[in-house]
């Protein structure tokens, strides 16, 4: 039975994320498992006038090549891939997983010499992003994988993912454009800012709690551009971001970090300069190490964000959630956004997210602060100044 929740999320998708318009290449990628989605984004590009075209992905068929394929065959490029990101106005990416853990036992430097070789790709999309030239909306539709990664039913987590998105609300885009004054306020504050700095005690994990071993970062994001991120490239949305110039302390993540589908725990990134020194975990650290290693690029922090969607509260496994939780932060190594005005280049950009709201990731998480130039802005995972999101 179709679900009219995903005729709503094709209208935002379409109408308001990317704002499709008569005559444009609009370019939807996904699992076949999202076919329905691909149908509703499909209408929804026909009745805005665009041309759409529905290009397929498939974990399976990446696990094959990565299990079976040579050096040559890992390293190459599809010139029908690169054509269509070099040429489509609207690229529109549905996150549909049917296996979250399908790399699981894949060999890491095969995983890292198959990701290093698409930095071309990836920096290509991101100038053309910057410069106006596309524009790019990645969603999540609900899957089974997905759901077991939450520890929810399908049902409970498709509930949740719609409502992450506002698609409960009679308008959705009427809050998601509330969403955006708020972030908007923050942004602006943000904006006039040099120094950040993140602070999280270390917890010694008695009384059946998780051990943390605390955080404490200094970033900085002088002459840096902050972007309100509030669903035009992300569904569902919520954070605020820049490129740091800068990033030197230590950050110990409560959560766990999962790239192209394997989870690595524990992690303890040393920065100095703005470049990982010294990075450890204590699950997979071999992946860890193996995809920092990947490019001149990879130890260097692209990104700082904070996320302001409260609406999204447990923890999924699932970044593209969870950096997005309303209390958190994440920062990204590898590449940046040229209009942050972080320049790094790398065929690597992965989100890694850590919670400061006490009890929020484990009982005993002892919570956080996040100061900016000298001045409180959040404290356990609140915002302090009125009228900004979850205050």
């Not at 902050?226 to 820049?242: K, L, Q, R, V």
């Not at 190490?289 to 923890?315: H, K, M, P, V, W």
Request: charged residues 25%.
């Amino acid at each position: 039975m179709h679900d009219p929740r995903l005729d709503k999320l094709a209208d935002v998708l379409v109408r308001y994320s990317t704002r499709v318009t008569k005559g444009e290449l609009v370019t939807i990628v996904g699992e076949p498992d999202a076919m329905p989605a691909v149908q509703a984004i499909y209408e929804a590009t026909l009745r805005a006038g665009g041309h759409p075209s529905f290009h397929p992905k498939s974990e399976r068929l990446h696990e094959l090549l990565l299990r079976h394929g040579s050096d040559e065959q890992l390293t190459h490029i599809s010139p029908f891939e690169e054509y269509r990101l070099a040429h489509c106005d609207v690229l529109i990416v549905l996150i549909c997983p049917g296996n979250t853990r399908y790399l699981g036992r894949i060999d890491s430097r095969k995983v890292a010499l198959a990701q290093s070789a698409r930095r071309g790709l990836l920096s290509m999309s991101l100038q053309r992003k910057a410069h106006g030239e596309t524009r790019y909306v990645a969603a999540e539709i609900p899957s089974q994988a997905s759901a077991q990664d939450a520890e929810m039913s399908f049902n409970e987590y498709a509930d949740w993912v719609y409502r992450a998105g506002f698609l409960h609300l009679p308008d959705p885009v009427a809050a998601w454009l509330s969403l955006r004054t708020q972030q908007e306020r923050a942004r602006e504050y943000m904006q006039t800012k040099g120094l950040v700095r993140v602070h999280s005690p270390p917890s010694d994990g008695t009384r059946g709690t998780r051990r943390h071993d605390g955080t404490d970062l200094t970033i900085d994001v002088s002459g840096r551009t902050w972007i309100n991120h509030c669903g035009g490239e992300n569904f569902p949305d919520g954070e605020i971001e820049t490129g740091p110039r800068d990033i030197d302390g230590v950050v110990n993540y409560t959560f766990p970090a999962i790239f192209r589908g394997k989870e690595v725990d524990g992690i303890r990134l040393k920065f100095k300069a703005g470049r990982v020194v010294e990075a450890s975990a204590t699950k997979n650290e071999d992946y860890l190490i193996a995809l920092l290693d990947q490019d001149a690029g990879a130890r260097t922090a692209g990104e700082f964000a904070l996320g302001t969607n409260y609406q999204l509260s447990g923890f999924t496994r699932n970044a593209f959630f969870d950096e997005k939780i309303g209390g958190t932060f994440h920062i990204a190594v590898g590449a940046g956004y040229p209009e942050t005005g972080n320049t790094n280049e790398s065929a690597l950009h992965w989100d890694m997210v850590s919670d400061l709201r006490p009890g929020g990731t484990f009982p005993g998480s002892p919570g956080g602060t996040i100061q900016a130039d000298g001045e409180l802005i959040q404290k356990d995972g609140r915002f302090v100044r009125s009228a900004w999101p979850g205050a």
